[in-house]
């Protein structure tokens, strides 16, 4: 289970928020346009999502290969966050 848990957080900080921004949080400089609200956003997305799974996962008890397998399909992720990444 710690392999699992530690892939889990290698593959989700690996690819987040890195490839989702700029080289620098460049969205403070200014709140006019489109692209700034979109780093708030996903950050905020991230940051609740991450909270209401940690909260779940000590309530409930899920059998140990369905956690194994939830980890390994977190890697569809991976290439298609570069992907949207590259596009835009």
Known sequence: MLLTLWFVFTLTLSVF???FFEA???FMDGMKDQATWY???MLILFNI???IG???GGMIMIP???IILF???RIVFFPT???IGYKY
Do not use: C, E, V, Y
């Open 17 to 19: 928020p890195g490839t």
């Open 24 to 26: 620098h949080f460049s």
């Open 39 to 41: 780093n708030i956003l």
């Open 49 to 51: 999502g991450d909270t």
């Open 54 to 56: 940690r909260k779940i």
């Open 64 to 66: 140990k290969n369905m």
């Open 71 to 73: 980890a390994l399909s």
């Open 81 to 83: 966050t570069f992907i």
